[in-house]
């Protein structure tokens, strides 16, 4: 049976990932929970944390403080979902690294937007946006992901070349910016100055990664980078103003929302798919897709031309 999922913006998030806007809390919610039509087109839908929480941090609270004495005593004005105290990274006499507490105090909050203050034993701390630290990976010496998940090939920390043992007798040399002042992952380089760029631009304005790094890029390749999305495209190429939509709705029988659209009679089925989806009025799909022409049975096939038979007078 053929569903029919009532969406008013599609945009694309990676190689496998697609936002979807409802027009409603209710109309997304209502996707969200139909595992039916999600095990017919074989996805997976999920609400992504960024949309429905947010990061706080505040400074000053005595190590000698529990997590569950913080928990116990806080006043916040959103919903706390979660408390944990930071640690910083401390190397011993023998190169051993160790974990140290500190006084800044991460919140998980129910929430899309930050409070001023968070009150913990009465006590005013200013809130301010969690900033994620640039991951980078030690395998491939990229970023943005582990090692553990890594597939790429070892690379050498200083001569940006194969992996090898032993001391690095090569010259010094960048694998991103290519420079010959620094080894890979310094903190002067270039493309790390730029993901941490992205990172803070998530954090203080609570963007997806691909919407930050846009905003992140120079005016030049931001240009390029923000391409219009496909429901922009498909909508400027079927002018699709009430008249045109209703005379369409006409000819093809084709339902979409509240009124009838022709859509060039094609049909689009994820495959081995993974989703994201807002709980509010927006929902993300991983997919991918292949695409199959229908035919309109209605329409009546064309009939060919005959001469005719009868001889001229």
């Known amino acids: 049976m053929k569903q ?41 839908v999920k609400v992504p944390k960024m949309l429905v929480q ?14 569950d004495e913080i928990m116990a005593n806080t006043e916040c004005e959103f919903p706390i979902i979660n408390i944990q105290r930071l640690k910083k990274k401390i190397i011993g006499t023998n190169n051993e690294v160790k974990l140290v507490d500190t006084k800044l105090i991460e919140f998980t909050l129910e929430s899309q937007k930050l409070p001023d203050y968070i009150y913990v034993y ?11 630290k640039v991951r980078q990976c030690e395998n491939c010496k990229g970023y943005r992901h582990s090692s553990t998940v890594c597939k790429g090939e070892r690379k050498c920390n200083k001569c940006a070349m194969k992996y090898h043992e032993g001391a690095c007798d090569s010259p010094l040399k960048c694998l991103h910016c290519k420079s010959n002042s620094h080894q890979t992952g310094n903190v002067s380089c270039p493309e790390y100055i730029f993901q941490q760029k992205i990172n803070d631009i998530m954090a203080n304005e609570n963007l997806t990664y691909k919407e930050a790094r ?100």
């Open 54 to 67: 947010r990061y706080a941090v505040i400074y000053g609270v005595p190590i000698d403080v529990t997590n």
């Open 214 to 313: 846009i905003q992140a890029l120079p005016n030049k390749s931001r240009s390029q980078e923000n391409k219009p999305l496909y429901s922009q495209v498909t909508a400027n190429a079927l002018n699709t103003s009430p008249s045109r939509i209703q005379n369409r709705a006409t000819r093809s029988g084709t339902t979409v929302g509240n009124t009838t659209q022709d859509h060039g009679n094609v049909i689009t089925q994820p495959v081995n798919s993974n989703i994201i989806t807002k709980e509010t009025e927006t929902v993300p799909i991983r997919r991918q897709s292949r695409t199959t022409n229908i035919q309109n049975h209605n329409s009546k096939p064309k009939t060919e031309f005959k001469p005719s038979n009868k001889k001229q007078k």
């Open 122 to 132: 009465r006590e005013r701390f200013q809130v301010q946006p969690r900033t994620r």
């Open 4 to 44: 029919h999922i009532k969406f008013s913006r599609i945009e694309s998030l990676g190689r496998q990932a697609v936002k979807l806007t409802f027009q409603s809390r209710k109309t997304a919610n209502g996707f969200l929970k139909n595992h039916e039509v999600h095990n017919q087109l074989m996805i997976t």
